[in-house]
């Protein structure tokens, strides 16, 4: 995919990994659409970096349908989406004072999970209903944000495990059934980034993840994640899969 002049949607846009993303698109042509749940925050992200903001709850169905509408008003069908919004969600399963606040899982899992859903097949139903463009007929691209944490097992970590594994498993099961319509899917699924959730993580924890990394040994840049979204919307051949973007890092269990 050329994202020169395409239509592309970044969930959480307003800070960090959906930022970076959304910068690189501009500056490669796209016209974005940044989504976020704080509207001032959004709208002026998207000022600085000359892209439409759009206020949203990637949790409240009403607000992900009226967004995507918006979205399309401004710039038409969005060939092109990046979930980046997501929430931190350190809690034990079971902890000192007995078993996890569900209440608390559930909030991990309806915004890293179902709200990721919700703006993939919402908006990949927009795009099947497009017109195929490109010598393969491709008609979009989904790329979802997972994590390292998917597949190592961080103590302390299960219910933001549990959300961003399920983006795993999921990322072949709907490129095979966008497949028919040419709409590639994929994930990336970095390790510790310089975002604002990377605040949360205890000093102790960057360490160890730094001083384990193969080369570099830092954390990772928004811009390292952007610079991949470009490289997967340019290979039509990558789709249906999870790429870790984390330096070769392997979490310790604690």
């Keep these: 995919m050329d994202v020169n002049g395409q239509a592309a949607l970044v969930t959480g846009g307003a800070s960090g990994l959906g930022l970076a993303t959304a910068r690189a698109l501009v500056c490669a042509g796209a016209r974005v659409t940044l989504l976020d749940r704080d509207a001032a925050l959004v709208n002026a992200a998207a000022d600085q970096i000359g892209a439409f903001g759009v206020s949203c709850d990637v949790t409240d169905e009403a607000a992900v349908v009226a967004a995507l509408e918006r979205a399309e008003a401004a710039h038409g069908v969005a060939r092109l989406?990046?979930?980046?919004?997501?929430i931190p969600g350190g809690m034990r399963l079971v902890g000192r004072d007995g078993p996890v606040d569900m209440a608390?899982?559930?909030?991990?899992i309806n915004v890293n999970l179902i709200g990721t859903v919700s703006l993939m097949t919402k908006a990949a139903a927009r795009m099947m209903a497009a017109?195929?463009?490109?010598?393969?007929?491709?008609?979009?691209?989904?790329?979802?944000?997972?994590?390292?944490?998917?597949?190592?097992?961080?103590i302390g970590q299960g219910a933001y495990?549990?959300?961003?594994?399920?983006i795993v498993a999921l990322t072949l099961q709907a490129a095979r059934e966008f497949a028919s319509k040419g709409v590639r899917v994929m994930a990336i699924a970095p390790g510790l980034f310089q975002t604002p959730m990377a605040q949360d993580v205890p000093p102790e924890v960057i360490d160890a993840i730094v001083s384990d990394a193969i080369f570099p040994r830092r954390f990772g840049n928004p811009e390292d994640f952007a610079d991949l979204v470009l490289s997967i919307c340019r290979n039509p051949m990558l789709n249906g899969e999870v790429i870790r973007l984390d330096a070769g890092v392997r979490l310790r269990a604690r």
């Design 81 to 86: 989406l990046v979930n980046c919004a997501g």
């Design 104 to 108: 608390r899982f559930a909030q991990v």
């Design 131 to 154: 017109e195929p463009q490109g010598p393969d007929d491709e008609r979009g691209l989904i790329i979802n944000t997972a994590s390292i944490t998917a597949y190592e097992g961080q």
């Design 161 to 166: 495990v549990a959300s961003k594994g399920a």
